[in-house]
Protein backbone atom coordinates (compact mmCIF):
# COMPACT_ATOMS: atom_id res chain seq x y z
CA UNK A 1 0.00 0.00 0.00
CA UNK A 2 1.42 2.94 -1.04
CA UNK A 3 1.35 6.69 0.85
CA UNK A 4 0.34 9.52 -1.41
CA UNK A 5 2.64 12.76 -1.42
CA UNK A 6 1.34 15.25 1.32
CA UNK A 7 0.96 17.59 -1.41
CA UNK A 8 -1.92 15.40 -2.98
CA UNK A 9 -3.74 14.56 0.10
CA UNK A 10 -4.01 18.13 0.84
CA UNK A 11 -5.77 19.10 -2.06
CA UNK A 12 -7.80 15.65 -1.51
CA UNK A 13 -8.33 16.55 1.80
CA UNK A 14 -9.79 20.84 1.13
CA UNK A 15 -11.22 18.78 -2.19
CA UNK A 16 -13.80 16.91 0.00
CA UNK A 17 -14.49 19.51 2.69
CA UNK A 18 -18.02 19.26 4.03
CA UNK A 19 -19.73 22.54 4.34
CA UNK A 20 -19.08 23.06 7.92
CA UNK A 21 -15.53 22.58 8.05
CA UNK A 22 -15.41 24.86 5.20
CA UNK A 23 -17.13 27.18 7.42
CA UNK A 24 -14.42 26.14 10.54
CA UNK A 25 -11.66 27.32 8.34
CA UNK A 26 -13.01 30.37 7.53
CA UNK A 27 -13.55 31.34 11.05
CA UNK A 28 -9.34 30.46 11.21
CA UNK A 29 -8.66 32.53 8.41
CA UNK A 30 -10.75 35.81 9.53
CA UNK A 31 -9.07 35.21 12.83
CA UNK A 32 -5.47 35.00 11.51
CA UNK A 33 -6.16 38.25 9.01
CA UNK A 34 -7.51 39.94 11.65
CA UNK A 35 -4.41 39.40 14.38
CA UNK A 36 -1.78 40.18 11.91
CA UNK A 37 -3.75 43.48 11.26
CA UNK A 38 -3.46 44.66 15.13
CA UNK A 39 -1.40 41.92 16.37
CA UNK A 40 -0.11 43.18 19.74
CA UNK A 41 3.53 41.86 20.95
CA UNK A 42 2.21 41.77 24.70
CA UNK A 43 2.84 38.60 26.59
CA UNK A 44 0.10 38.83 28.79
CA UNK A 45 -2.59 39.26 26.31
CA UNK A 46 -0.70 35.50 24.95
CA UNK A 47 -0.76 34.17 28.63
CA UNK A 48 -4.38 34.95 29.72
CA UNK A 49 -5.71 33.70 26.34
CA UNK A 50 -3.61 30.32 26.64
CA UNK A 51 -5.15 30.35 30.66
CA UNK A 52 -8.44 30.80 29.45
CA UNK A 53 -7.94 27.75 26.27
CA UNK A 54 -6.93 25.46 29.15
CA UNK A 55 -9.34 25.90 31.53
CA UNK A 56 -12.17 26.24 28.89
CA UNK A 57 -10.63 23.72 26.57
CA UNK A 58 -10.37 20.80 29.51
CA UNK A 59 -14.27 21.37 30.27
CA UNK A 60 -15.25 21.09 26.46
CA UNK A 61 -13.11 17.88 26.25
CA UNK A 62 -14.88 16.72 29.44
CA UNK A 63 -18.47 17.63 27.56
CA UNK A 64 -18.06 15.88 24.59
CA UNK A 65 -17.11 12.33 26.23
CA UNK A 66 -19.81 11.46 29.07
CA UNK A 67 -17.76 10.01 32.49
CA UNK A 68 -14.30 10.72 30.89
CA UNK A 69 -15.08 7.69 28.23
CA UNK A 70 -14.61 6.67 24.55
CA UNK A 71 -11.79 7.92 22.48
CA UNK A 72 -11.29 11.34 20.93
CA UNK A 73 -10.20 13.09 18.01
CA UNK A 74 -6.52 14.01 17.88
CA UNK A 75 -7.95 17.51 15.88
CA UNK A 76 -11.18 17.72 17.56
CA UNK A 77 -9.46 17.74 20.65
CA UNK A 78 -6.71 20.64 19.24
CA UNK A 79 -10.22 22.89 18.47
CA UNK A 80 -11.44 22.51 21.90
CA UNK A 81 -8.41 24.43 22.88
CA UNK A 82 -7.61 26.53 20.02
CA UNK A 83 -11.31 27.59 19.82
CA UNK A 84 -11.08 29.57 23.31
CA UNK A 85 -7.29 30.50 22.79
CA UNK A 86 -8.68 32.18 19.51
CA UNK A 87 -11.96 33.91 20.67
CA UNK A 88 -9.79 34.98 23.95
CA UNK A 89 -7.04 36.88 21.90
CA UNK A 90 -9.55 38.27 19.43
CA UNK A 91 -11.73 39.75 21.80
CA UNK A 92 -8.44 41.12 23.25
CA UNK A 93 -6.97 42.44 20.23
CA UNK A 94 -9.98 44.01 18.46
CA UNK A 95 -10.78 46.12 22.16
CA UNK A 96 -11.16 49.89 21.34
CA UNK A 97 -10.43 49.26 17.52
CA UNK A 98 -14.54 50.05 16.54
CA UNK A 99 -15.18 46.51 15.90
CA UNK A 100 -18.84 45.70 15.25
CA UNK A 101 -19.59 42.43 16.55
CA UNK A 102 -16.43 40.67 14.87
CA UNK A 103 -16.19 43.14 11.99
CA UNK A 104 -13.89 45.69 11.25
CA UNK A 105 -14.48 49.11 10.88
CA UNK A 106 -11.37 49.87 8.90
CA UNK A 107 -11.93 49.04 5.45
CA UNK A 108 -8.81 47.33 4.35
CA UNK A 109 -8.66 44.72 6.92
CA UNK A 110 -12.49 44.33 6.40
CA UNK A 111 -11.71 43.47 2.68
CA UNK A 112 -8.64 41.63 3.22
CA UNK A 113 -10.57 39.32 5.38
CA UNK A 114 -13.46 38.97 3.06
CA UNK A 115 -10.80 38.57 0.16
CA UNK A 116 -8.82 35.75 1.72
CA UNK A 117 -12.12 33.61 3.24
CA UNK A 118 -13.79 34.34 -0.35
CA UNK A 119 -10.59 32.38 -2.07
CA UNK A 120 -10.17 30.01 0.45
CA UNK A 121 -14.22 28.70 -0.58
CA UNK A 122 -13.41 29.44 -4.07
CA UNK A 123 -10.13 27.40 -3.75
CA UNK A 124 -12.11 24.33 -2.18
CA UNK A 125 -15.31 24.74 -4.92
CA UNK A 126 -12.70 24.54 -8.00
CA UNK A 127 -10.90 21.20 -6.28
CA UNK A 128 -14.00 19.50 -5.84
CA UNK A 129 -15.06 20.10 -9.67
CA UNK A 130 -11.84 19.21 -10.58
CA UNK A 131 -12.32 15.67 -8.71
CA UNK A 132 -9.48 15.81 -6.91
CA UNK A 133 -9.19 12.36 -5.28
Not at 6 to 26: D, E, M, N, Q, S
Not at 42 to 64: E, K, Q, Y
Request: charged share 10%; proline share 6%.
Amino acid sequence: MTTRPLPVRLLHYFATLPAGRITLWCYLIWYLVNTASLFEPSPWLWLNSAGISAVIGFALTLSVAPNGTGQRDGWQAFRLFAMPFCVSSFAALIKGHGYVLVFPTQAAVLVRSIACCAAFVAMCWILRKARIS
